[in-house]
Structure formats: C-alpha cells, structure tokens
C-alpha cells in the first residue's frame, strides 16, 4: 500500500525522502508541477506575510546595490577586481544594447535603467542554481509583469512627450497614409498589438522560459532520487547527466533571457523617440 506523503501538494516538493521508484510511493504518486512555485509564507512584517520568492528578491536587489557600491563607491583610475567587472558589465549593456538600439546622444539617458533592469533580472534568475535557495524569482509572473509595466510607462509616457497626443496615436498605430484601403485595418492591428499584446509577450517571454527551465530542472533532479532503487539506478544515471546539462543550458539561457528582456526594452524606446509618419 502506498505511503502517506510527508508533506502537502502546495509546497514545494511532495515526496519522502526514503521513497523510491518501485517501491509503491515517490515520484510515481506525486511529480513536479504547479506545486512546486507555492510557497507558505515564512514570516510576517508589519502584517504582510513574506515568503521564499520575495526574500529572494529582496536579498537579489541588496546583492545587486552592494556589489554596485562596492564597485563604483570610490572608483580609482586604476580599476580593482570588483570595479573591473562592474565596469565591464555596464559598459556591455551601454554600449551593446542602448547604443546599437537608441543611437549614442538619445540612449545614454537611459542607461541606468537598462543596466538596472538587466542586473535584476539576471540576478532574479541566477537564483535557480544558487544552492539552498534553487528558485528563479522571475517564474512567478508577478515579477516580470511588474519589471514590463516599469518599462510600457516609460515607454508610452515618453512617446507622448515627444510626440503630442496626435503623434503619439500615429505612433502607436503605425499610421501611413500610403496602405490606402487597409490603412483602418492596419491601424487596429497595430494598437492593440502595441499597447495590449507588446507588454504581455515582454512579461511572458522571460516568464515562460524561466518557469520551464525551473520545473525540467526539478523534475530530473527528483527523478533522479526517486529511481536510486533496484534496476532503477541505471535511470537515474541518466537522469543526473540531464539534470548537470539542464542547470548549465540554464545559466546560459539565464544570461540570454535578462540580455533579450533590455533588448526588447531598449527597442521599445527608440520606437517612441522615432519620428512619427
């Protein structure tokens, strides 16, 4: 008869630490799934309730300002370790993704916003190999559609300043009087492309890659315990080579995903600094 689950559905992990595939309890009765993003809350402050995914955040955003005031708290000429790497990192979103996206003189304001934003959100996702903690932040979809509002009101606020009301719609809709009789068509496809779909895919797109990768992860790693009996461990070989391959196709995918995140950003912003048709 099967065992009893040591702990419920809406935590984390659902299994015992003594069950093995083949044994009538484990990875059988139970797998990875939605379970596996819900959290209990760990404690409370001043009445709001704080669990893993936000203590994760909150520690990622005071890693992120130390390693940036340590970096650049008093630069020398001669640049240390730590200011090195800094300088590296933001010279590489500067110059890689804000001036071959917005052009020098237009994008250099924006600067500090898209080497914040790709800091976070590759710190947010790094926390998916980090020992102990082994959850990336940004697959819960809260994060990134709060991280694609900061942007869309960005975006959408400076294209009316720069353009007027009139400009901006133009803008928005991809006006040009040339398409003639599909012009009214094109107009509707366009604004709601840009101002319902645009923030939703910049929010799901980093969303959905981190959430997969997080949970192909969990799976091979508990596949991998639950098959450590009988003929079962030759599987279990194989599923911690896929889980070693998994975690490194991770960090790369990590790295690519916040880099994308900018970039989608970036060019977001040179569509509102573009002149209007």
Known sequence: MPKELAVSADQMLAF?????????????TVSPG?????????????????????????LGTIAILWFFQAAFGKPKVVPGKL?????????????????ETIGKKEGEKYVPLMVALFFFVWVMNLWSVIPLAQFPVTSIISYP??????????????????????????????YDKSLGAVL???????????????PFTHAVR???NMFAGHLLIVMFTVATWYMLSGIGIAFAGVSFVM??????????????QAYVFVLL?????????????
């Not at 015992?16 to 059988?28: I, K």
């Not at 950003?265 to 048709?277: K, N, T, V």
């Open 83 to 99: 200011q090195m790497i800094g300088e590296a990192g933001y010279d590489f979103i500067r110059r890689g993704v804000v001036y």
């Open 34 to 58: 939605l379970h596996s993003f819900v959290f209990k809350p760990l404690f409370t402050v001043g009445g709001y309730d704080v669990n893993k995914s936000m203590l994760l955040a909150l």
């Open 206 to 208: 980093l969303f959905a």
């Open 265 to 277: 950003a970036s060019s977001y912003i040179q569509g509102a600094l573009a002149e209007s048709h």
């Open 16 to 28: 015992e630490t003594d069950c093995h595939l083949f044994e009538g309890c484990g990875f059988s």
């Open 145 to 174: 559609m709060g991280l694609a509002l900061i942007v869309y009101i960005t975006w959408v606020s400076l294209t009316f300043k720069r353009h007027g009301f009139v400009g901006a719609f133009k803008n928005f809709t991809g």
């Open 243 to 256: 889980t070693i391959a998994m975690t490194a196709f991770e960090l790369f995918i990590q790295a690519v």
């Open 184 to 198: 009214p068509m094109s107009m509707t496809i366009e604004f709601f492309s840009n101002l319902l779909v645009r």
